[in-house]
């Protein structure tokens, strides 16, 4: 067993709490790093090899590079909890179980990077990890790990929980930035990037929940340390979600690089009884489709490349024998015309389109004109539209059809679907918009 | 009658204000904190946002229509909320969501008629290790995940929720 970071602490009990977390060595690093400066900061978290953890995989410390530099300008450190790709719940663990771990990275984070003030923009939903987080920050306040002159080392650094109310859009970080400025969440022409025009106008680093809590281990072990727990250009351990038809859903930590079969099998326990694996989603719902064929490959942004699908997020979901691939890429159309923010009308319309065309072949009333109906309506959301949301269905679409063709096909020509429903009382399967 | 915060809620409402450089990035937990106190999001609870906030009424519609957790119509005092996207679709999330429609007597997107329930179909709650899942948030603001649910024991489901409906406030009434 490869010894744990980021769920070190989700076995210990109250270890949301500052004095429990204390006791397992919590903040004992943050006299190292205030001994550090800039530069030598953002070169161990450039070595470490940390890519960012909320699906884009941006090298964290080139990010951190892009910050200007200027103390006399207010800069904004904003952490993205906005988890809400279908399929991921990692970020959820960290801010429920190990609280002061977050936190203990935005101090970090703010003392590398010269930040006054940051926002933990957390989705509304989760309540739980809200409270614990203000909790905890509380807790960091009367010890003096946040506030004025923290440590005495002259840092200044205020960190409050920002709740959200309710829109998947606001994960991407210029659409989380108008969020936290009250206005609805949508998303901002790049550039200029938010490390220059960010919140307030201000400069502001935007990161993953995930990728701030590996910040301590970055700067307690070296850079080197976690780039050595990965493979090529993906350092360090990663929470890896798995969910779907497996015998033991759930969070684990394991290295970079682990393939998707032995995350599988020692840690999901495998295909439940009675289920073959058909295909899985290797890092939420916005990434191609891939077949049991890829199950040994990497966990890795370039190696899931080269595999025909994406890292994203890590958290992996697993189908078998019973699942509808038609169905199922009618309900992600659902899911991302439901959240598409309505500013671009290509992934407004397109995404709603989509979905009537899918759920019609899956109703069993397609024409054999449809599937080229979609192709010819997804090309036209790709690539224009100001995110990347139109495209996150558009990928998943292309790819259910390439691969599983003959099924899109069966239900046009048989007018049914051949798959046990979702629904069991009613005939049709409806989706409430 | 003209609206106004209780103290609890006034002090809350000055902690969330002092967060920010401008009172319009206070509007999305000060909406939450309103549709707590007042049951939920009226045009009435808008406006005095807005007055509280010093923006334009517009700008406070405008947000509190995009956001899917504020409720622009009284709801029941246990919202049901069941996630039905991937991993939930996988793992029964549907069968759960028909068994509340057969349980409570009504279709998902509708409220019983003593405004006891509402029952809503909602995206992925960042639960999926523990599908199938449904979030309920309770009239006086509390929100609370139930994960991992036997679809086959709804019955002692509805019995546990059932039992807090009498202590809490009926939406319809708050303001």
Redesign the interface.
């Known amino acids: 067993m490869e010894e744990k970071y980021l769920s070190r602490h989700f076995g210990i009990d109250k270890a949301y709490n500052l004095d429990v977390y204390e006791q397992q060595g919590g903040y004992s690093t943050l006299p190292k790093a205030f001994a550090m400066d800039t530069d030598a900061i953002i070169a161990e978290m450039k070595k470490s090899n940390l890519r960012g953890r909320g699906g884009a995989g941006f090298p964290t410390g080139v990010k951190w590079g892009f910050m200007p530099r200027d103390s006399d300008v207010e800069k904004y450190l904003v952490v993205n909890a906005d988890?809400?790709?279908?399929?991921?719940?990692k970020?959820?663990m960290i801010m429920e179980l190990d609280p002061h771990r977050l936190i203990e990275g935005c101090v970090m984070t703010a003392w590398a990077l010269g930040l006054r003030t940051g926002?933990i923009f957390v989705?509304?939903?989760?309540?739980?990890a809200i409270r614990r987080l203000e909790v905890a920050i509380k807790q960091a306040y009367e010890k003096g790990y946040l506030g004025k002159n923290v440590l005495g080392k002259g840092l200044d650094f205020d960190l409050?929980v920002?709740?959200?109310?309710?829109?998947?859009i606001c994960g991407e970080e210029t659409g989380l930035i108008e969020?936290?400025?009250?206005?609805?969440?949508q998303p901002r022409m790049k550039p200029p990037f938010p490390a220059i025009v960010g919140v307030?106008n201000k400069p502001t680093l935007v990161n993953n929940v995930e990728t701030i809590a590996a910040v301590p281990f970055i700067l307690e072990h070296g850079g080197e340390h976690w780039a050595s727990m990965g493979i090529e250009r993906n350092g360090g351990p990663k929470l890896y979600?798995?969910?779907?038809?497996i015998n033991k859903?759930?969070?684990y930590e394991a290295p970079s690089g682990i393939t998707v079969r032995e995350l599988l099998e020692r840690f999901g326990g495998g295909m439940r009884e009675g289920s073959d694996l058909k295909a899985f989603?290797p890092g939420g719902?916005s990434c191609a489709v891939l077949l049991p064929e890829s199950l040994d490959a990497q966990m890795g942004f370039e190696t899931l490349r080269e595999a025909g699908s994406s890292m994203g997020t890590g958290?992996i979901?697993f189908?078998d024998q019973t699942?509808c691939m038609v169905r199922?890429s009618a309900?992600?159309a659902h899911?991302y015309h439901?959240?598409s923010?309505g500013q671009c009308t290509p992934c407004r319309e397109g995404t709603g389109w989509a979905y009537k065309v899918l759920n019609a072949i899956e109703a069993g009333q397609g024409t054999p004109d449809d599937l080229a109906l979609i192709q010819d309506m997804i090309t036209g959301i790709a690539g224009n539209t100001i995110c990347a949301h139109g495209d996150s269905l558009v990928i998943p679409v292309r790819s259910y059809i390439e691969k599983f063709g003959q099924e899109f096909e069966d239900h046009v020509q048989n007018k049914r679907c051949p798959f046990p429903r979702?629904?069991?009382?009613?005939n049709t399967q409806?989706?409430?918009a | 009658m003209a609206l106004e915060f209780s103290d609890k809620s006034e002090d809350k409402f000055n902690e969330i204000v002092a967060r920010y450089p401008d009172t319009h990035a206070a509007l999305l937990p000060v909406l939450l904190l309103a549709q707590s106190e007042f049951g939920w999001v009226s045009v009435e609870v808008m406006d005095y946002v807005a007055t509280r906030l010093n923006l334009n009424p517009a700008k406070v519609l405008s947000t509190a229509t995009f956001y899917t957790m504020y409720n622009k119509q009284p709801v029941g005092k246990c919202h049901i909320q069941v996630c039905t996207t991937l991993s939930c679709a996988l793992n029964r999330g549907y069968e759960l969501l028909e068994l509340f429609e057969d349980r409570l007597e009504i279709n998902v997107g509708e409220t019983t008629h003593d405004y006891g329930y509402t029952l809503s179909e909602v995206e992925c709650l960042a639960a999926c290790g523990t599908a199938p899942m449904f979030q309920v948030t309770w009239s006086d603001g509390e929100i609370e995940y139930f994960e991992d649910i036997d679809p086959d024991k709804i019955d002692g489901v509805l019995e546990k929720l059932n039992a807090r409906l009498s202590d809490l406030p009926d939406t319809r009434r708050m303001h």
């Open positions: 988890e809400g790709e279908p399929g991921t719940f970020d959820r926002y989705r509304g939903e989760l309540q739980l409050y920002h709740s959200s109310a309710g829109a998947y969020g936290l400025e009250g206005k609805p969440g307030f979600g798995l969910s779907g038809h859903p759930g969070v989603i719902s958290c979901t189908m699942t199922l309900r992600l899911f439901h959240e923010c979702w629904r069991k009382m009613r409806r989706m409430s």
